[in-house]
């Protein structure tokens, strides 16, 4: 019975013992795993970039030794290997995007009226004609037939024949041709106003005239004028 006991109480000593292994190992085990981390937290060295190759920490800069089985990881750290050494991957920058293209001019606008020789009547029946240039922006060589003008004091005048008119065309296809000239009537000196307006539509044009005159004869002043005449023309050539 006496050495049962004591069996036991070894036995009991041996287990206790065990378990203080235990416990010991477990302490030991987590002394490491404790270190482990605290080596993890460690800066790398400018110039260098953190990572985890192969379940360990790197750090990692161009020129340094690689291995070719951990492609993939380096890749993931913005690196390649080639030939044993790190390199820094080259990344394609973004496509430029397609400019807009630019868009053709527009087209040059027509010209106001139509280039040619102009011919018609004015509301006296009397001639009118003039040209107009190649490049449609001008009226040249004006010449109207005679303008029958009335006076003050009370007199007949027959004249005008006038020549060589010219003005520029606007956008809108009108023109204007507005000047004073001397001349005679009889042997007398004599002063002139002469104005004429137009508008071309196509290959017409209409407008209105008018013309004044001032002279004395034989001491009497003369004041004479053809009032507002109309007149069409149409291009002929």
Not at 23 to 36: F, I, K, L, R, S
Not at 74 to 85: A, D, L, M, Q
Not at 86 to 100: E, F, G, H, I
Request: proline share 9%.
């Amino acid at each position: 019975m006496i050495e049962i006991r004591i069996g036991r109480r070894f036995l009991f000593v041996l287990v206790t013992a065990a378990v203080l292994v235990g416990a010991a190992t477990t302490v030991a085990a987590a002394t490491v795993n404790v270190a482990g981390p605290r080596a993890d937290t460690a800066r790398c060295p400018a110039g260098s970039k953190r990572a985890v190759i192969g379940g360990k920490v790197k750090c990692l800069r161009p020129g340094q030794k690689c291995a070719a089985r951990y492609r993939a990881a380096y890749k993931r750290y913005g690196f390649t290997c080639v030939s044993g050494r790190l390199r820094k991957r080259s990344v394609a920058p973004p496509p430029q995007p397609t400019p807009t293209p630019t868009p053709p001019p527009a087209p040059p606008a027509a010209p106001p009226a139509q280039p040619g020789h102009y011919k018609g009547i004015t509301s006296q029946l009397e001639i009118i004609a003039f040209d107009v240039t190649t490049d449609g922006t001008r009226v040249v060589a004006l010449l109207t037939g005679q303008i029958n003008e009335g006076c003050n004091p009370p007199a007949h005048l027959f004249g005008g024949n006038l020549h060589d008119g010219t003005a520029p065309i606007a956008a809108d296809g009108s023109f204007k041709i507005d000047f004073d000239y001397t001349s005679k009537v009889g042997e007398d000196p004599s002063t002139g106003h002469f104005t004429l307006t137009g508008h071309f539509s196509g290959t017409a044009s209409t407008g209105t005239l008018q013309d004044t005159v001032s002279f004395t004869d034989q001491g009497t002043a003369y004041s004479c004028g053809s009032g507002l005449q109309t007149w069409t023309a149409s291009r002929t050539s």
